[in-house]
T-cell receptor, first 114, second 114 residues
C-alpha cells in the first residue's frame, strides 16, 4: 500500500518568514495530493490540493509543488502569520471508482512566532 | 446545512464494552470514511463506503465494524472495546462528480477506553 513520509515534525518560524513542509510517497500510481490544516482540538480542513497532471498550484500565500519523478510534494506558506500556527498534514491517494483512500503523513506542527 | 455531524463528541468506555459512533451528512455525498487519529501517527483509514449498502476495509479495520444502511449515515461500531482503541475518531464524506476527491471532516469523537 501507499506510504507517506512527512518532514519536519515541528517547524518554528518568525512571523513574515516562509515555511516549507515536505512529503514523499511510495506509490507511483497515486494521483491526488491534498494538504490539511488542523488547529488544536478541531477537525482537519483542506487548504490546498494538487493532482498528478499539475506541477504547481498556488492560492494566495499557499502553494504546493509536485515532483512525480521523485515522488515528493511540498507545501509552501509565505508571509506567515500567527493564525497559520497549526498541525499540517499531507496525504496521497489514488482515486478510483472504489473511493478516495487517503494515506496521511504524520503531521507537522507549525509555530509562527511574533 | 450542517455538513458532517458526529455523535457523541466524547465517550469513556470500560474494556469489553460496546458502542456505536454515528456520522451523518446532509450534503448528499456518496462516499464516507472513518479515520482514527493517534498522537504522532496522523489519520489512518478504518473503513469506508462508496455508497448506500456498501462498506470496505481500510488500513486499520480490526476490532471495528461499519454499516451504511442509509446514504446519509455511516455507523462505526466497537463490539468489545480495548484500551488500544483510545483515540480521536473522524468521519469524512466526499461528493460525487468533479469534487469527489475532496473530503469534508466532522468535528471528531474523542473516545477513551479504560
Amino acid at each position: 500500500g501507499e506510504n507517506v513520509e512527512q518532514h519536519p515534525s515541528t517547524l518554528s518560524v518568525q512571523e513574515g518568514d516562509s515555511a516549507v513542509i515536505k512529503c514523499t510517497y511510495s506509490d507511483s500510481a497515486s494521483n491526488y495530493f491534498p494538504w490539511y490544516k488542523q488547529e488544536l482540538g478541531k477537525r482537519p480542513q483542506l487548504i490546498i490540493d494538487i493532482r498528478s497532471n499539475v506541477g504547481e498550484k498556488k492560492d494566495q500565500r499557499i502553494a504546493v509543488t509536485l515532483n512525480k519523478t521523485a515522488k515528493h510534494f511540498s507545501l509552501h506558506i509565505t508571509e506567515t502569520q500567527p493564525e497559520d500556527s497549526a498541525v499540517y498534514f499531507c496525504a496521497a491517494s489514488l482515486f478510483t471508482g472504489g473511493g478516495n483512500k487517503l494515506t496521511f503523513g504524520t503531521g507537522t506542527q507549525l509555530k509562527v512566532e511574533l | 446545512n450542517a455538513g458532517v455531524t458526529q455523535t457523541p463528541k466524547f465517550r469513556v468506555l470500560k474494556t469489553g464494552q460496546s458502542m456505536t459512533l454515528l456520522c451523518a451528512q446532509d450534503m448528499n455525498h456518496e462516499y464516507m470514511y472513518w479515520y482514527r487519529q493517534d498522537p504522532g501517527m496522523g489519520l489512518r483509514l478504518i473503513h469506508y463506503s462508496v455508497g448506500e449498502g456498501t462498506t470496505a476495509k481500510g488500513e486499520v479495520p480490526d476490532g471495528y465494524n461499519v454499516s451504511r444502511l442509509k446514504k446519509q449515515n455511516f455507523l462505526l461500531g466497537l463490539e468489545s472495546a480495548a484500551p488500544s482503541q483510545t483515540s480521536v475518531y473522524f468521519c469524512a464524506s466526499s461528493p460525487p462528480g468533479r469534487e469527489k476527491n475532496i473530503q469534508y471532516f466532522g468535528a471528531g469523537t474523542r473516545l477513551s477506553v479504560l
